[in-house]
């Protein structure tokens, strides 16, 4: 079963520009992202995928500087870029993170591939309602292929597999069901403002710029800390248009 993590990076943002290349501890978000992907058991590759606008560049010299493969592609057309990206290596899944989640769960990510390779199927749906930036996504890559061929609305080639949540019974899905642990859907561990950002640096600084320290254990720790928590409670997600 080959496997590939793909991380969706650019610099652009309308809210927080140059975001995924912001300090974090001792390291950058990118850094937080591509080492926590890189825990995941049974991944063949960890690749990011940015655009070819020049503002991007600096997201390819970071990876080439950390020996991490970088592709680059459309910069609105999301799914032509994972799409590009993944066909090269013809594997047989392909897990979607984005790099504003410098939390995301790899032992999640773990428990996910392992439902996939028990029941096999086009895409995993997790199951619990979880603070935003902890989940992955993961589809087999014939359903992504799907997709990019069926999916012609803006938010299909946005965010990537919208279109596979919008006609469900198109897809054979496996369901995981989350940790109790981290179904907290207040929190927020995301990044998309400088309040987001604020959150984000205060639990870096607490777990001593571990990069891979458990995501249950972040959603421990914000629980404890009310303060941290509410920094960026306020915040509204941009909705799908």
Same mark, same amino acid.
């Given at each position: 079963m080959k496997t590939l993590i793909i991380i969706q990076?650019? =610099?652009? /943002? /309308?809210?927080?520009?140059?975001k995924v290349l912001m300090p974090l501890g001792e390291a950058v978000v990118l850094d937080y992202v591509v080492s926590r992907c890189q825990q995941v058991?049974?991944? #063949?590759?960890?690749?990011? *995928?940015?655009?070819?606008?020049?503002? #991007?560049? *600096?997201? $390819?010299?970071?990876?080439? %500087?950390?020996?991490?493969?970088?592709?680059?592609?459309s910069e609105d057309d999301v799914l032509a870029r994972y799409y590009e990206c993944a066909k090269p290596y013809q594997p047989d899944y392909v897990i979607r993170v984005t790099a504003d989640c410098p939390f995301v769960d790899y032992e999640l990510a773990d428990q996910i591939i $392992?439902? =996939?390779?028990?029941?096999?199927?086009?895409?995993?749906?997790?199951?619990?309602?979880?603070?935003?930036?902890?989940?992955?996504? =993961?589809? /087999?890559? /014939?359903?992504? $292929?799907?997709?990019?061929?069926?999916?012609k609305e803006p938010r299909h080639r946005e965010h990537v597999t919208y279109y596979a949540?919008?006609?469900?019974? $198109?897809?054979?899905?496996?369901?995981? %069901?989350?940790?109790?642990?981290?179904?907290?859907?207040?929190?927020?561990?995301?990044?998309d403002t400088e309040e987001d950002y604020q959150l984000c640096a205060a639990v870096a600084n607490h777990f001593k710029e571990n990069k891979l320290i458990s995501s249950q254990k972040v959603v421990q720790f914000l629980l404890e800390h009310p303060d941290i928590a509410k920094l960026n409670a306020h915040v509204q997600q941009k909705p799908v248009i």
């Open positions: 990076a650019r =610099m652009g /943002s /309308s809210r927080l520009p140059g058991k049974q991944v #063949d590759e960890v690749i990011v *995928a940015t655009s070819v606008l020049p503002q #991007d560049d *600096a997201i $390819e010299s970071w990876c080439k %500087q950390h020996r991490v493969p970088c592709f680059r592609g $392992e439902a =996939m390779k028990a029941e096999p199927s086009d895409i995993v749906i997790v199951e619990g309602d979880l603070p935003r930036g902890l989940v992955v996504e =993961m589809v /087999s890559f /014939s359903a992504l $292929e799907y997709i990019y061929h069926h999916g949540y919008e006609f469900p019974d $198109e897809f054979k899905r496996t369901l995981v %069901q989350a940790p109790k642990a981290i179904q907290q859907p207040q929190l927020r561990i995301t990044l």
